[in-house]
């Protein structure tokens, strides 16, 4: 894995995949409820939302820029939410974006990038967002890849730390390889956040575990039961199961 550098910023990207059985999203909703208030009453929230952009994720990028508005709907009624968009490709190639408010600017981000062969750098994914809660307070991680290529103890070392700095990751695989999935249960585990697979097509229940998500960091788990109370049917389902 190449030396980790922080991701130099951008104004470009493009997006994630997948959907999962009913027993992953219970899974994970399980595990979302254990983790208590992400963020203080009024103030916003701020969630690092990471993709995999190497060639195998061209699919469903597109998709993704379309779910990411979900995440931004749901937050602004709770006090809001900053995202920044990290994603890796092609040979070291890692960057972020500026810190922004709404779904339009994210799309934009987001639809200026394509994606491009090369391998997993989670490692330097999991790095930026210690540095940066390390700067300014970060309520939570989210992560959609296929793939992992890195030492799996490096990364179980980098998301332990995540843990100790109280930034949950939420991992999201598409597909099911099975060494990524490994290494992204741990990642989760190792920083007290969740994880649950999806496969290809399936891009609703990746748009509900966003919008769970974002509601968490921008509110907590109190977040999430007002939505339920709005009869959001994606929200209904998954609230209910988490109670």
């Given amino acids: 894995m190449a030396k980790d550098r922080t991701p130099t910023p951008t104004d470009n990207p493009k997006q994630p995949a997948t959907s999962s059985s009913r027993a992953d999203i219970e899974a994970f909703?399980?595990?979302?409820?254990?983790?208590?208030?992400a963020n203080a009453a009024g103030g916003r929230g701020r969630m690092i939302f990471a993709l995999d952009a190497t060639m195998s994720?061209?699919?469903?990028?597109?998709?993704?820029?379309?779910?990411?508005?979900?995440?931004?709907r749901e937050a602004a009624?709770?006090?809001?939410?900053d995202v920044q968009l990290v994603y890796y490709r092609g040979l070291a190639e890692c960057r972020a974006s500026r810190w922004v408010s709404d779904a339009t600017q994210l799309a934009g981000l987001m639809e200026r990038i394509d994606c491009r062969g090369g391998h997993s750098q989670i490692g330097r994914v999991l790095a930026?967002?210690?540095?940066?809660t390390e700067a300014k307070r970060v309520q939570a991680l989210v992560f959609v890849g296929d793939a992992m290529e890195e030492p799996i103890d490096d990364l179980c070392a980098a998301a332990g730390q995540l843990g100790l700095l109280g930034v949950p990751a939420f991992v999201f695989q598409e597909g099911?390889?099975?060494?990524?999935?490994?290494?992204f249960r741990e990642i989760a585990r190792l920083s007290r956040g969740a994880y649950s697979r999806f496969d290809l097509g399936a891009a609703h229940q990746l748009g509900e575990l966003l919008r769970a998500a974002a509601a968490y960091a921008a509110g907590g788990m109190k977040a999430l039961e007002n939505l339920s109370a709005k009869r959001n049917a994606g929200a209904v389902k998954l609230l209910t199961q988490m109670r």
């Fill in 29 to 37: 909703l399980a595990q979302v409820k254990s983790l208590g208030p």
């Fill in 57 to 72: 994720r061209q699919p469903m990028w597109d998709t993704a820029c379309k779910l990411q508005a979900d995440m931004f």
């Fill in 77 to 81: 009624s709770i006090g809001g939410l």
């Fill in 128 to 132: 930026h967002a210690r540095r940066e």
């Fill in 176 to 183: 099911r390889d099975p060494v990524a999935e490994q290494a």
